[in-house]
């Protein structure tokens, strides 16, 4: 028997390189790169789910078979906070009832409170794993993810005042692909540094007060240009500096906790509302202390912890004056409505700037 | 003597599961407790005026409950009720209850009464309740007494719930699980017309989630492995304890809970012996809809047995 597994996982965000990076740089598997999301990703989750699931359940599942058409025999699935950490169990069953043959690795199956049970996951993939290998490529794939999350930052900021055009996309496309061939710490350095140079180089003409944006949301849709209709690009084409603090280097890696996000936000909520619910609130008031000119707030249809953060956000909308557009994406939901939307939000945030 | 200290109890959400709980043990210290009254289509409908669109009919419900309560009470009862441990959690929404109510009533000056019960962050009931006690001036040792006696209650309660349930299980008439959670099966818009109409179509209605916690969410373990929501686990539980005793299964939910709309997708895939129908209520008016869907699966059950 073949014990060289053909690993793959849902695309999320541009985060895969990383995970491809841990894959094969700390065990024996393979990373099996499907194609990224497109419409006929959501066509095929949408027709093999529930209804009234959440959105990325749906495109996860088409990301899935879309893995498996690719050639991958094992998918791996997080655990999570929210309905996430019960996807994989009902993916792998609707998988299984389509007739799909694989190895369904689920995080969620691993979770006791013990971090170290994860490891037992890790075994599952290479039974002969060798530990120290397999954290060190740990590391340097989450130091990889926040390289990523740095970068997109940097862009998402500038690249709508770029003098000439596509010169940001470039750099940008460049460093996701050194990313993604990266097979060594000193590779995904030099990719980073060499990024970095390049977009420090790149003339911009921002105006000294520009428009400034702060999108906030659900972890996936946010952070997904695919599943939110790329509308920091869209955003950042009319002419806005999009910031965005909802990543994995921010709510995951470097992460300061409920206890102190929540020391500024306690007249609006003395608990941990959900599982993104105290970064968002936070976030939402500090773009608003800052002056930002508006925030949007992004969910897929049916988020339960994003809805329950919305009347929060309306209140901080009314104590700062600051407009808030909310955004909820489903399977259904097309560009043309949201430009509509979002060129009604800039042309009302542009006037209240200029009569302000 | 003074006027005693009012605590309101909206009648939707958890109220179902905790009421003894939470009647014994504030009149026990001698505060005064209501309810509001049961849900009414005029509930519903200022409750989904006051909450978000796409939010669940349950909270729709829930936030009629909390506004018929404004200013008739000094507090008004809101916990956040988070998990009893790893995988033994509760919906996100119960983490967000207190904090979201206050946040949509922040004008109405009304006071809102809560206490944390979150295990893997080690805050246990116990503890929530005796904060309730000394938040009100009461000494360790009465909080204690109280949540001793109404924890007695409570057990009193829900041994007598079970023990009938017991009862039905043996009768000779067509018998149907509701699998759905307290506060859909029991609320008088969404629930009850269901159940009504199950008994008078000389159908017994036995309620899934009737069940000891523990034992019902170590049962469904067998049908769902990674299933995380208590509640859900229990009804899990009680189907798998229970699929032989019925002669079917309603997935009864609100439009669009966030756990039914993955767990029951789980139990439909694997639960092949037993017709089951899918009822989601989305509160729209007239049962027309819902007593003919009822009736074709009743026709069914009892095609299956050769009763039609």
């Known amino acids: 028997m073949d014990l060289h597994r053909k690993i793959s996982f849902p695309r999320i965000a541009r985060y895969n390189c990383a995970i491809k990076y841990i894959i094969e740089m700390g065990t024996g598997a393979s990373y099996i790169m499907q194609p990224e999301m497109t419409k006929r990703t959501m066509e095929i989750g949408t027709k093999y789910s529930p209804d009234y699931v959440c959105t990325p359940f749906k495109s996860s599942l088409g990301s899935m078979i879309e893995a498996l058409e690719a050639g991958a025999d094992t998918i791996l699935m997080t655990n999570g906070l929210c309905r996430l950490g019960y996807y994989g169990e009902l993916q792998e069953q609707i998988l299984r009832d389509l007739g799909y043959r694989f190895d369904f690795i689920n995080l969620s199956e691993y979770v006791t409170g013990k971090l170290k049970d994860y490891l037992k996951a890790v075994k599952r993939i290479d039974p002969k794993v060798k530990l120290p290998r397999f954290l060190l490529a740990l590391k340097d794939g989450l130091k990889m993810g926040e390289y990523v999350d740095n970068i997109t930052e940097e862009y998402y900021k500038n690249c709508g005042f770029e003098v000439t055009k596509g010169e940001y996309k470039k750099a940008f496309r460049q460093f996701l692909s050194k990313m993604e061939t990266a097979r060594s710490r000193g590779e995904m350095d030099a990719g980073y540094q060499a990024a970095l140079q390049t977009m420090g180089q790149i003339p911009v003409d921002k105006p000294e007060k520009p428009l400034q944006v702060g999108i906030l949301g659900e972890f996936f849709t946010v952070m997904d240009a695919f599943s939110n209709l790329d509308l920091e690009q869209h955003l950042a084409d009319m002419g806005v500096e999009v910031h965005r603090w909802m990543n994995v280097k921010n709510r995951m890696l470097h992460y300061s906790g409920e206890k102190n996000l929540n020391i500024k936000i306690r007249d609006l909520c003395s608990y941990e509302m959900g599982p993104t619910s105290t970064a968002n609130i936070w976030c939402a008031r500090e773009y608003a202390e800052q002056g930002f000119d508006g925030l949007i707030h992004v969910k897929s249809a049916g988020c339960t912890p994003e809805i329950d953060v919305m009347p929060v956000l309306q209140n901080i909308s009314a104590d700062y004056k600051i407009p808030v557009l909310y955004l909820t994406y489903d399977s259904q939901t097309s560009d043309v409505g949201l430009m509509t939307r979002l060129e009604a939000f800039y042309d009302m945030i542009r006037m209240r700037k200029r009569v302000l | ?308």
Request: charge should be positive; charged fraction near 25%.
């Open chain 2, 1 to 308: 003597m003074d006027k005693p200290i009012t605590i309101g109890l909206p009648r939707a959400m958890l109220y179902y599961r905790y009421k003894t709980l939470w009647h014994s043990f504030f009149e026990e210290l001698g505060f005064s407790v209501i309810e509001s009254a049961p849900t009414s289509k005029l509930t519903l409908e200022e409750g989904a005026a006051l909450a978000i669109d796409e939010a669940c009919l349950s909270l729709k419900i829930f936030l009629g409950h909390v506004k018929a309560l404004i200013g008739k009470c000094d507090y008004i009862l809101i916990p956040r009720i988070s998990n009893f441990g790893i995988n033994h959690e509760m919906c996100c929404r119960f983490e967000a209850l207190y904090d979201l109510t206050r946040n949509v009533f922040r004008e109405s000056g009304q006071k809102f009464l809560t206490y944390n019960a979150d295990m893997i962050q080690k805050k246990s009931e116990w503890a929530a309740f005796m904060g309730l006690g000394q938040f009100f001036g009461f000494t360790v040792k009465a909080a204690n007494k109280a949540y001793r006696t109404a924890k007695k209650a409570e057990q009193r309660q829900q041994k007598a719930e079970q023990k009938k349930q017991e009862l039905l299980y043996r009768s000779e008439k067509i018998k149907i699980l509701i699998a759905a959670h307290s506060y859909v099966i029991c609320d008088a818009y969404i629930g009850k017309p269901v159940i009504e109409f199950l008994k008078g179509s000389d159908v017994v209605p036995i309620r899934a989630d009737v069940i000891d916690p523990e034992d019902g969410a170590k049962a469904g373990k067998e049908l769902s492995p990674t299933c995380k929501w208590q509640i859900n686990r229990e009804i899990l539980g009680s189907i798998v304890q229970n699929r032989d005793k019925t002669d079917g299964i309603i997935l009864l939910s609100a439009f669009p809970c966030g756990p039914d709309s993955m767990v029951n997708e789980i139990i439909a895939r694997r639960v092949k012996d037993l017709p089951i129908l899918n009822l989601v209520m989305d509160g729209q008016n007239g049962t027309a809809g819902v007593e003919t869907r009822l009736e074709s699966f009743i026709d069914i059950i009892r095609f299956k047995e050769g009763k039609l």
